[in-house]
């Protein structure tokens, strides 16, 4: 004889104050949980936005299962709003980078040229533990980027599954985007990071005087109030 | 100026919900011809709380640009009322109507002919067709019911948190009201707009000291509606005192009618600050600052201990959390949604509550009156139990509320706040990580 256990269960789901229960299995993937949700409330506006909270106040990861989740039954699940998906998330950012990334602008722009270096990481992470500092043409009030290095750096990236987080440069003192900046940047997708050093990168090693900004999807730059709000020290 | 513009936000939030075919027009008449009937006797409004429940609800149905008929004695107001002017209740709501949305009248007829009826406490009434609700309360817990008798008992509280909070779950009612008139997208979604039979809501005693109670120095950022709604709750708390400055660079507009408590329509297009400092008068003494806040400015200089952040945009909550030493409360909406929370030095900070910038932040919000004024109560109450160290329970740090269904258990979630690794403000909490 063989023995059928029933594993589904139910979560209890809570959007504007209104609970209904939901039939989970324990395979299935918290994204599919969520796009359930949605559709049992009938949720037409920015649905794309909204998560799963426990009680806790954490949030349910949605690239698991239910059962790694660890939601149990009965689970109380909070559908809510989460700002996270929407916008770009933060960079995780090795440590020694910014201080390597200095000593690069310093060596190579000597206190009177610009210079640029590009961070990099693995392609499915929010991490940057690698930089490159292009061939490039310089001057005190720009630079240019080598064409051919340019498209050997593509298809190195392509090959390693890597992507350029961040571009960096500097500026001969205040730290601002110039319409060039605005205009050229070496990667034109929404949530791509570019950020300013003044005064050739011969102060203090640190992002705290940088002008950061946040490519939008309209395509304009937005400043952000510090570099917090773009990478995080790991 | 119009009532379709002042109500704008209104509508866009109703839009979450109603067929698209259904023109900006046609909502805001919906609302526009309703007509609300607020009832008391004498003895119920013989009380601070009895008067601010009545004054809360009728200025929270305005903004949503419904008619409003009062039959209510005459009687003194006991303590000032801003914005609305006068010395008698009666006379300050009637003198009110058309000043806080374009047509939105309030007046003493006896042909009044009401769709729904709102009575206070133990006030009898008489028999009608209208649906009615009966609003009740104690100084800190407020409700709702739909019973036609008056066994309830007559507000006679001192602190009007109770009253306020049945004002809002009244106003609610009537938004309700209205869109069960509207044709919606989905059925599924009539659940959320369905009449509660009774609710209600209660933030907690806190044991009050018999004399004055200063709240000391309290920086608010942002002149808006959750700052203007938590203000509008202060100044009526008795024998409260305050100073601070408050910070906003924008200018009131008519779409800011909906919801902004102290604002009337002549104050269209005066700085924001300028509104609000005004309204405050000497109990709440506010230096206006017509600016942005930047925490690095040279007008900040050093923030109070406590500050109360109303502002939408979300990287300006991590500034404020970067720049302060002390105590931080953050309030906001999101459509039929209030997050309201409170954050010590050594809690996870706003920027774990609110980790990522919310890139819909900048367009125009959905928004009605009683959905703000929530937040801005549920702030202000936060910062009186703060001054009082009776502040919320860890597990209590971030309240999650949506009024729409308040008889539902869990209309409101009452949640911690999680630290995160990866918090914009770089915490304390969350560098222990």
């Not at chain 1, 969520?34 to 909270?53: C, E, N, R």
Request: aromatic fraction near 8%; charged fraction near 20%; glycine fraction near 6%.
């Amino acid at each position: 004889m063989t023995i059928i256990v029933e594993r589904k269960f139910a979560v209890e789901i809570v959007y504007n104050g209104v609970t209904k229960s939901l039939q989970v299995e324990p395979e299935e993937q918290v994204t599919a949980l969520l796009q359930k949700a949605i559709a049992a409330f009938g949720i037409t506006q920015q649905p794309h936005l909204l998560s799963l909270f426990r009680q806790d106040g954490s949030i349910v990861t949605e690239n698991e299962s239910v059962e790694l989740a660890g939601l149990k039954p009965g689970e109380i699940l909070l559908l809510r709003p989460n700002a996270v998906k929407g916008g770009g998330g933060l960079l995780r950012l090795a440590r020694n980078i910014v201080q390597t990334t200095f000593g690069t602008l310093r060596e190579c722009g000597r206190g009177e040229c610009e210079c640029a270096v590009y961070w990099t990481g693995p392609a499915s992470e929010d991490l940057i533990d690698g930089f490159e500092h292009p061939i490039h043409k310089r001057s005190p009030f720009c630079y240019e980027v080598d064409d051919d290095w340019l498209t050997e750096f593509w298809k190195r990236l392509a090959a390693s599954k890597r992507s350029v987080k961040v571009q960096v440069h500097t500026h001969p003192s205040e730290a601002f985007h110039s319409s060039s900046d605005d205009m050229w940047p070496i990667v034109s997708q929404a949530d791509f990071v570019s950020i300013v050093i003044p005064d050739f990168a011969i102060g203090e090693p640190s992002l705290d005087r940088a002008w950061v900004g946040r490519l939008q999807v309209d395509g304009k730059w937005r400043c952000l109030g510090s570099a917090g709000e773009a990478v995080v020290l790991t | 100026m119009t009532a379709l513009e002042e109500l704008n936000r209104t509508i866009l939030l109703c839009r979450d919900y109603v067929v698209d075919a259904l023109s900006d027009e046609e909502i805001c008449q919906c609302f526009q011809s309703r007509k609300v009937l607020c009832v008391s006797d004498l003895r119920n409004l013989s009380s601070h709380s009895g008067q601010t429940a009545l004054v809360t609800l009728v200025s929270l149905l305005s903004r949503m640009g419904m008619q409003v008929g009062l039959s209510i004695p005459e009687v003194a107001l006991l303590s000032p009322q801003p914005p609305l002017l006068g010395q008698s209740v009666r006379e300050s709501l009637i003198a009110s109507g058309e000043t806080l949305v374009t047509g939105a009248t309030v007046r003493c007829d006896s042909d009044f002919n009401p769709e729904m009826i709102f009575v206070l406490g133990n006030t009898e009434i008489g028999s009608s067709h209208a649906v009615s609700w009966r609003l009740c309360g104690t100084d800190w817990q407020g409700a709702l019911s739909m019973e036609k008798t008056a066994g309830s008992q007559p507000w006679a509280a001192e602190w009007p948190v109770g009253s306020m909070v049945s004002a809002a779950l009244a106003a609610n009612e009537a938004f309700k009201f209205v869109m069960r008139c509207l044709p919606l997208r989905d059925q599924a979604a009539r659940v959320f707009f369905e009449p509660s039979r009774s609710c209600d809501w209660n933030f907690g005693s806190v044991p009050l000291p018999k004399g004055s109670v200063d709240l000391g120095q309290v920086d608010v950022i942002s002149a808006g509606a959750i700052s203007q709604a938590s203000l509008y709750a202060v100044m009526r708390f008795p024998r409260v005192q305050m100073r601070g400055r408050i910070f906003d660079d924008d200018l009131t507009a008519a779409s800011n009618l909906n919801r902004n408590m102290l604002s009337v329509v002549t104050d269209v297009g005066t700085s924001k600050v300028q509104v609000v400092a005004r309204c405050c008068g000497t109990k709440l003494q506010f230096d206006p600052v017509p600016k942005r806040f930047f925490g690095n400015s040279f007008e900040v200089r050093e923030l109070a201990p406590r500050v109360l952040v109303g502002v939408d945009d979300i990287p300006s909550r991590w500034e404020v959390q970067r720049h302060t030493l002390g105590w931080v409360a953050v309030s906001g909406t999101s459509h039929f949604s209030i997050s309201s929370s409170a954050h010590s030095p050594n809690e996870p900070c706003c920027g774990c509550l609110h980790p990522v910038d919310d890139p819909a932040g900048a367009n125009p919000i959905p928004t009605v009156s009683f959905v703000s004024f929530w937040a801005g109560l549920a702030m202000a109450v936060r910062l009186l139990r703060e001054v009082l160290a009776s502040p919320y329970s860890p597990d209590r740090q971030h309240l999650w509320l949506t009024p729409l269904r308040m008889d539902q258990p869990r209309a409101a979630m009452w949640l911690p706040v999680a630290p995160r690794h990866d918090c914009p403000v770089h915490c304390m909490t969350s560098r222990l990580l």
